[in-house]
């Protein structure tokens, strides 16, 4: 194969695999990074917004500054929006995102791309790193995040698989195991449980003495990015202190984690190049990445029916509860209900696998089980609808219709114009 059709086969890849997701890593160990970038940007039937990032984007003021100025060269008016909105307010990064956006929206004639190029490069700062997560969301349903750096950016990039906002592709692999290379397998000394009130084992025994429930949240943090920094951590958990105060307590609060696993011989946090990440030489096992992995292998099994009915079926079995149940920090909240997207998607994946077995029952049964856990997802209940007429229940379907209605009116939402067409399909 020549270099020519190697590249176009990894583009073809790039295409694919990004093509549901809104965010694409380009990762570090990709071989032909720079190579796929250049396709990229050469794409006709997508507007591309270039930026390498450089040292002087360390926080969202530089950054902005530094993007306007290169995105002006090639769109001459790009920046209007979101230069005014700097001059507004430096400190609104929400106002300052949606100007973003604006601009781009007003540079773009087609479906365009966002490339975020040598992120390794800059010191980004919270504000910034606050932006960039925000992005992804912000953009429109036709755009996209391409980015692309020599180390794993510290983005949630768990969470946004879970939620199937983003892929990380190494050449025309798809990352689906072992995202941040530090998962060990069960037979670990460490096992770290996410879908329990927060168990975190030790050589198979509950460690029960944490001096407090924030050494062992700290954890948990801890293993839901790349890296992390203590400015983040002190963000997440102690809002209302001083920066001075919050950093000692940081301290204190380190040293009990240490110490509730004083039976492991290395620190379990440590600090490198101005991050803090989970000692990669300790063996740890964090049964969210079983379950995110899991998610990833339903998905890439499509045209193998029992491999992706057995992987949403271990998908369900490794989600005993919702995320840290019991805890209601923010940072917990948040990160609940971005795993719970994948919970819905494995529940409603196995019911449309017992549909086509002709089984109905266990099918509605599962749908049931995923609306009692986000009864808004409406798109959950038109198939809960539609099961109910194929089984020849076509009151049922009404009935479900009706309930909808009244819980969407008390919460005062609107019918999705797909619910009111269905029912109107079935009740015709």
Known sequence: MSF?????????????????????????????????????????????????????????????????????????????????????????????????????????????????????????????QIFIERLVDALPAEAHLVISSRSLPRLPW?????????????????????????????????????????????????????????????FFFAMERPVVTRSEICAAFWPDLTTEQAVNVFHVTKRRLHKALEGVSADILVHEDGYYRVNPDIRVHYDVVDFVSTLVDGRLSGDDHRRQMAAWQKAIDLYQKPYLFGHNEDWIVKRRAEYQVGYLEALAGLARGRAVEGRPESALALLLKAIAEDNRRQDLHRDIMMLYADMGRRSEAASHYQRLQDELSRAKLQLEPETAELFSDLMS
């Open 4 to 128: 020519t059709e190697l590249m176009q086969s990894l583009y073809q890849t790039y295409l694919e695999r990004s093509a549901n997701a809104r965010v694409t890593l380009l990762h570090a160990r990709s071989r032909y990074r720079t190579a796929l970038l250049s396709y990229i940007l050469l794409d006709e039937d997508r507007r591309v917004f270039y930026y390498a990032l450089g040292s002087d984007d360390i926080d969202l003021l530089s950054f902005i500054a530094g993007v306007t100025h290169d995105l002006s060269e090639q769109f001459p008016a790009f920046g209007g929006n979101v230069n005014q909105a700097v001059a507004r307010d430096p400190r609104d990064i929400d106002g300052i995102l949606a100007a973003f956006v604006q601009d781009l929206n007003e540079h773009a004639d087609r479906p365009y791309v966002v490339v975020l190029d040598e992120v390794d490069r800059a010191e980004v700062g919270d504000d910034l």
């Open 158 to 218: 768990m969470a946004l698989i879970a939620q199937k906002k983003a892929v990380l592709l190494r050449d025309s692999e798809l990352v689906a195991q072992n995202f941040y290379t530090s998962q060990a397998d069960e037979s670990a000394r460490i096992s770290i449980q996410g879908f329990t009130p927060g168990n975190v084992l030790l050589d198979g025994k509950i460690v029960g003495e944490w001096e407090g429930h924030l050494p062992r949240l700290l």
